[in-house]
């Protein structure tokens, strides 16, 4: 079983989750671009029949892409090594996994949001995330019913 959070512990992990999350999306934006060209160059060799290929410009992006590929593997690992889940990375978003009241729930967090502000039931998504009621998490530990 995984890590339960308090709204206090996964709050102080958040400069650094932010961080790793940041490289995480920057190296998905670059994979795509990255994908997008070489698709593109594809493209254009077949369009105009076997038109050869830049060797040189081609390794080049098969190495963008590898650094690429590692620097998103790594922020991604080093994220769920904290017990943080990454659910999205075109919107930057991570789930905490939380008791409240005895019951599994996720305190789910934004790329630009100011703090952990929302939660959702452990089988819902971001579409049914609700406003965090400062009380009800007050007192709160991660493993002690409420």
Known sequence: MGKNFSLNEAQSLL???????????????????????????????????????????????????????RKLEDAVAEIEATGAQVKDLEMGLLDFPCLLNGQPILLCWKLGEPAIEHWHGANEGFAKRKKIDPARFASHRPGKPN
């Open 15 to 69: 400069p650094v989750l932010e961080s790793l999350l940041r490289q995480a999306v920057e190296a998905r934006r670059r994979l795509d671009e990255i994908e997008q060209e070489m698709q593109q160059t594809l493209t254009r060799i077949i369009m105009l029949g076997g038109v050869q290929l830049d060797p040189v410009h081609m390794a080049a992006l098969r190495s963008g892409k590898d650094g690429a590929n």
